[in-house]
């Protein structure tokens, strides 16, 4: 556990950072080696098997800035995942995560926009790429799948990713917020979603064991509760909320990949007779209903 403790111990030392230069968003770490406490979730951690290249973009539709981040090579169409920042951060704060995703066979968006609440930005990624994957003029004409859509985002990113979920019309079938701001923290900064009743497809709610603030356990759990469609919630122990992405990286990429790529051993970590997040001593607080079996996420 000392690992954990080194990775506590720089978390509370970024957020020393922030408070002392407020309104500054904090520099995303290199991502390094979280620890993982599982094989699935130690494997999904690496770095996966393609190279990355990132483009900066301009999409002519909305006007809005976008960091492009995509796989080189393969043979087969990327799934894609579209991001929504924290209050304040760009796309170079996450980097490392959004390079790790692509890594691992996804073309990963991320807007400029570092208010990202409403989910407009999170959704006009998505829509940016469906546009250039339908243009047969364009070098990703036909590369990438656009039944294959995930909306992950952080603090109000996370917030953002529900709401464009809800916006998609269907088009995002699995969504991931990460450190969800909450009625029960008292963070009234962000517009918080709605509701979460009417969901498309799958969602994964991760929180912080440190995350006292912003998105206590607590009202995560709350969330789950009260999302009626399939969900799954897990917390990460000893994590706080600015390190909250880089520390579970490995079970958010697997969960990708269970639900964009039917991949049986990333599923693993979610379904099956004994699914590895429930006996992972480095995660608390966890659950699921009405999880699709792996390969049949569709």
């Known amino acids: 556990m000392a690992m954990v403790r080194r990775w506590t111990v720089f978390a509370l030392a970024v957020i020393f950072v922030l408070l002392a230069a407020p309104g500054q968003?904090?520099?995303?770490?290199?991502?390094?080696?979280?620890?993982?406490?599982?094989?699935?979730?130690?494997?999904?951690?690496?770095p996966g098997p393609y190279e990355v290249t990132r483009e900066d973009v301009t999409d002519p539709a909305s006007g809005g800035r976008f960091a492009l981040f995509l796989p080189e090579g393969g043979d087969h169409k990327y799934p894609i995942v579209t991001w929504g920042n924290g209050t304040g951060a760009r796309p170079d704060n996450y980097e490392s995560v959004?390079?790790?995703?692509?890594?691992?066979?996804?073309?990963?968006?991320?807007?400029?926009?570092?208010?990202?609440?409403s989910g407009t930005e999170i959704l006009a990624g998505a829509k940016y790429l469906l546009?250039?994957?339908?243009?047969?003029?364009?070098?990703?004409?036909?590369?990438?799948?656009?039944?294959?859509?995930a909306a992950v985002g952080?603090?109000?990113?996370?917030?953002?990713?529900?709401?464009?979920?809800?916006?998609?019309?269907g088009a995002i079938i699995t969504t991931v917020p990460i450190g969800l701001p909450?009625?029960?923290?008292?963070?009234?900064?962000?517009?918080?979603?709605?509701n979460v009743h009417d969901l498309t497809g799958p969602t994964f709610f991760i929180a912080g064991g440190l995350d006292l603030l912003i998105c206590p356990p607590s009202g995560i759990l709350a969330a789950y509760r009260d999302t009626d469609g399939p969900a799954a919630v897990a917390t990460r122990r000893e994590a706080e909320h600015i390190l909250l992405v880089q520390t579970t990286v490995g079970y958010v990429t697997a969960w990708l990949r269970?639900?964009?790529?039917?991949?049986?051993?990333?599923?693993?970590?979610?379904?099956?007779?004994s699914p590895e997040i429930r006996h992972n001593p480095l995660w608390t607080d966890q659950a699921s209903k009405?999880?699709?079996?792996?390969?049949?996420?569709?």
């Not at 790790?100 to 208010?115: K, M």
């Not at 009405?290 to 569709?298: K, M, N």
């Open 182 to 194: 909450t009625a029960a923290s008292g963070a009234g900064l962000v517009p918080l979603p709605a």
């Open 98 to 117: 959004l390079r790790h995703l692509a890594s691992w066979g996804f073309a990963a968006i991320d807007s400029y926009s570092s208010q990202t609440g």
């Open 258 to 273: 269970y639900q964009l790529a039917d991949d049986p051993d990333a599923a693993r970590a979610f379904v099956g007779s």
């Open 25 to 46: 968003a904090a520099a995303a770490p290199p991502l390094g080696h979280p620890p993982a406490g599982g094989e699935i979730e130690q494997r999904y951690t690496e």
């Open 131 to 149: 546009r250039r994957n339908d243009d047969g003029d364009d070098p990703l004409h036909d590369r990438l799948d656009p039944d294959r859509v």
């Open 290 to 298: 009405d999880l699709p079996p792996a390969g049949e996420t569709d």
């Open 154 to 169: 952080h603090s109000q990113g996370a917030t953002g990713v529900l709401n464009a979920n809800r916006l998609a019309d």
